[in-house]
Structures are given as structure tokens and as C-alpha cells.
């Protein structure tokens, strides 16, 4: 069959395998082309499948040769219809290669909160794993989290604390800037957003890896955090979402005390910027922000996607000799993003967008080409027009 892209607004509805196949292999070029570096040998990705998280993954595996393991919540062809997500086809792809490479390259998919999926993960890395980890990445961008401990359903939203915000933001299916008002959150809301962000969960995990001793000695831990500029405060960094994330910051030093007295590793949360991903389309307003940024830090040569910013943060900051630490302790590879002149430029951009002018003043261009690539379209030399074996497909598993 035939695989066309399908947008519902910031939603994709379709994912092209061989474009997903030849989007990995290209991240796996690039990393291959900067040369190796000396990491972690044996690595736990939870959320693996996309973005930050397979751009660790890659980055790690292909710069480090260290085998991985990656967890994520995806969904393989049900219909014709309903064909896999991205992160299935991502999956599928990343262990094939490493694999060929003499690495490995386990999969789980399923719900990373729950204590089975702990569990299941744990004992592979006791039987078949080499017993012990050195590096575990939280790379989860989730709805929703069924808290173990309570059995209650928690939705994180994405909203501004105290007042109302207003703003643009960009439809990518319809190209259109639109006004959005985004309504403050209830305490509820707030606590919701806590438990399924924070670092509750990434707590869990370390325990119990700690408690199976299935924990190297040195292993670090690290998060993927954001703070991001005034202009995106309102709804992002001082919003539920950045509540979360500073919860996840007190996480760490409780977590980082935990690994220094049992294996003597750490715990560093990582300030990454902000990228076109399946998890940052839909958070309010923050799209104008992104093609503003893009529009600058592509100018000044300096633009980013998640695999050339996490190939540096691991090779020049936790494995580096380069970590740039800010006041709290926290490693601000999205420095670059929060240079001065960058943002007073992006504020200028954001001052004078409007419905008319937003696909000259930003790159938008470059934002929509991204997102439609996480989704495997839009990249060179695969041939939209070929048919697709999707039973061949099919027989593929993660
Ligand atoms: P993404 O949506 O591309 O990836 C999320 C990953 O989590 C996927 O692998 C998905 O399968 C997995 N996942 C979701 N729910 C799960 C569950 N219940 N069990 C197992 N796996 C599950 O997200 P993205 O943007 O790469 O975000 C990753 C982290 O980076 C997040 O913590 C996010 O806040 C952070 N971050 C993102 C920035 C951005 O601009 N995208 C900026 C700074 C930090």
C-alpha cells in the first residue's frame, strides 16, 4: 500500500516505515561521522523510542558501543487503517542496526510506570544482560501515569499556574497561526501534572535497580529537564510542566545522595533545548517560539535536532571533559538556545509575528519539515509513491 502523512492539527495519524528506517539510519551516519568517545558499556533508555530518547540511544550505542536497553509505550500495525506508530517502526529499525553491529539491542514496550514492566526489565538485565547497568536515561514524555502506589490515574496538562495565558500558536496541518488562550490549571491539575512528570517514577526505577544491586559501580542517572526563555515561562517553564521538572530537579539530588553512597555514580539532570518533537507540537504557543528559534539559531549556525544535541551532551558533557554546570548543579547544554542575542532576537520575531507574515519572520518551514520526519516523511531518497509490503512488515518485531 501506498503511505501517505496524515495530520490532525499537531497530531500525526501515520508513520512511514522505511522512512522511519532511513530517519534512524541518518541519525546513525551522523553519529558515526563525529567519531567515538568513551561512555557507559550497558545502558536503560526509558522512553527510547523517539526523540531525545532515541537520540540518546543512537548517540550512546553508535558513539560508545554500548548495548541498550530501551522501554516505550508504542503500537504495532493493527489495521490496515491503523498502522504502527513512528516509535514501533524506530524500534525495529535502531535494533536492527545496532544488532549488526555487535551490539545489543533489547526492546520493551509497555508501561514504563508499572511494576511488572520494573520487573521484567530488571530480571533481563540480571539473566541476560551482563547483571548490572552503568547508565539509566529518563527520557519519558507521557499523558498520563496509573500511580502503582495508590492505583489512581493521573493526566499532566500542559498550562499556565496563577492567570490565564494568551498567545499564537500554529496549527502544522493547516499551516495557520492561530490565537490560543490557555487557562491556568486547577491545584489538581498541578499535583496530576507532579505525578506523571516529576521525578516520582524515576525514583522508583533507581530503587529498584538499586535494590537488585543491578547498579555499576560509577553508574549516573540522568533526565531530560527544560527551563527555556521568559517568553515561554508563562505556559512552559513556570507552568505545570515546569513544576514537574522542578520536582524532578529535587529528585535528583535525593537520587544523585543515593547513587553516591551506594556505587559512588551520580545523578544530573540535563537542561535540553527545545526540539520539534511528537511531545513539544502540542504543548500551547511553544511552536511559534520554536520556529522563532529556529529562524535564529539557523542563521547564526547554530541549530540543533535531538541527535546533535544529545551526541554532545553525552560525548562533551557526562562523558566529556566540556560539562558547563549552572548555579543548582544542573548541565545546560540548552545553553546555546538561552544565549542573550539569540533571544533578543526571538522575542523580536515573536513581537511582530502575525497570521500574514509567520512563514517569513519564523522557519516554519524547517519546524513542519521535522515534525514530518519524526513520522518518517519528507526525507530524501525514500520514494513516497512506492508501494509498501506491509505483511513483510508485519513479520518485523521490536
Ligand atoms: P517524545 O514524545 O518524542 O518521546 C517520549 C517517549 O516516552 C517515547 O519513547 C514514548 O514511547 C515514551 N513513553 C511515553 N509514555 C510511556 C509509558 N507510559 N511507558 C513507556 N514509555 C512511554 O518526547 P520528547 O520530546 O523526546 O521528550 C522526552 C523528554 O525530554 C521529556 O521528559 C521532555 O519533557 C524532555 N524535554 C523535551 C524538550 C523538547 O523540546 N521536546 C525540551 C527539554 C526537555
Known sequence: MIIEAKLSGNVARAAHPLGCQADVMSQIQYVKEQGKFEGPKKVLILGASSSYGLASRISLAFGAQADTIGVSFERGIASEDKLATAGWWNNIFFKEAAEKEGLIAKNFIGDAFTNEMKDQVIQYIKDEFGGK????????????????QTGEMHASVIKPIGEKVKGYSINIEKEELFEQTVEQASDKEILDTINVMGGEDWKLWIDALAEADALSEGCKTTLYSYFGPDVTKPFYGDGTLGQAKRHAEETSKEINRLLQ?????????CVSKAVTTKASAVIPIFPVYACALYKVMRNKGIHETPIMHKLRFFKDMLYG????????GRLRPDSWELR?????????????VTPDNFKELTDFALFKKEFLQLNGFDIEDVDYRDDVDIEKLKSLQP
Open 133 to 148: 547497568i552503568d547508565l539509566l536515561v529518563y527520557s519519558l514524555a507521557a499523558p498520563r501515569r496509573n500511580d502503582p
Open 261 to 269: 553512597d551506594k556505587v559512588q555514580g551520580e545523578s544530573v539532570i
Open 321 to 328: 571533559n566540556q560539562r558547563e554546570y549552572d548555579q543548582l
Open 340 to 352: 542573550e542575542e539569540i533571544q533578543a532576537e526571538v522575542k523580536e520575531i515573536m513581537n511582530k
